[in-house]
């Protein structure tokens, strides 16, 4: 395994705040690589080191943002629906500022993208909870259906100036599915 270079990896993580700085105050097509470099304050060749383009840099923290929620989830044991929902919910509020960063400059798709990549880690720690339930195939449809109806759910309360709290949407989306499922 190739070790990572803690310089290297510095510099990532200073021009991605730097660009998401940016992001806060102007839209994302106006911003250049020389501003992201100028306001990590670093020269653009570091830029270059470490990236190809600004979406590398919207990827990159796309990346560790998904990285960081399967950290979040390992915290915790516990796999059932309800608490899987709150956990969600609870970890995106968190990181609102972000969510809403991409949202106002029509990038969420790249974290969608990204964490798509992502879903068979999670996959893995259902599995192992839910084996005899269902098949390996069955479980990963089913995970499937249940992220897409998580990420709308996600972008609704997004745009909603009153959000929830993550223990009311954990009850609201128990309550929706209790009925889906009573209409099988």
Excluded at 55 to 71: A, G, H, K, P
Excluded at 126 to 139: A, I
Excluded at 143 to 163: A, D, P
Aim: charged share 25%; aromatic share 14%.
């Amino acid at each position: 395994m190739k070790k990572s270079n803690p310089i290297a990896e510095q510099s990532k993580q200073w021009l991605a705040q730097s660009l998401f700085d940016l992001m806060e105050k102007q839209n994302y097509s106006e911003i250049t690589i020389s501003k992201i470099s100028e306001n990590a304050q670093l020269a653009r060749r570091t830029f270059y080191r470490n990236f190809s383009s600004k979406e590398d840099v919207v990827i990159y923290s796309c990346t560790q943002l998904c990285e960081s929620y399967i950290r979040y989830l390992d915290q915790d044991i516990e796999y059932s629906v309800r608490h899987i929902i709150k956990v969600y919910f609870t970890y995106w509020q968190e990181h609102i500022d972000y969510l809403t960063v991409l949202t106002n400059n029509n990038l969420l798709c790249h974290l969608i993208n990204v964490s798509n990549k992502y879903w068979p880690q999670i996959y893995e720690r259902f599995r192992v909870h839910w084996k005899d339930d269902c098949s390996d195939e069955e479980l990963e449809y089913c995970l499937l259906f249940n992220m897409g109806g998580l990420w709308n759910v996600l972008i609704k309360w997004l745009y909603n100036e009153n959000r929830e709290p993550p223990l009311e949407m954990e009850r609201m989306i128990h309550k929706s599915l209790h009925y889906f499922m009573k209409s099988i």
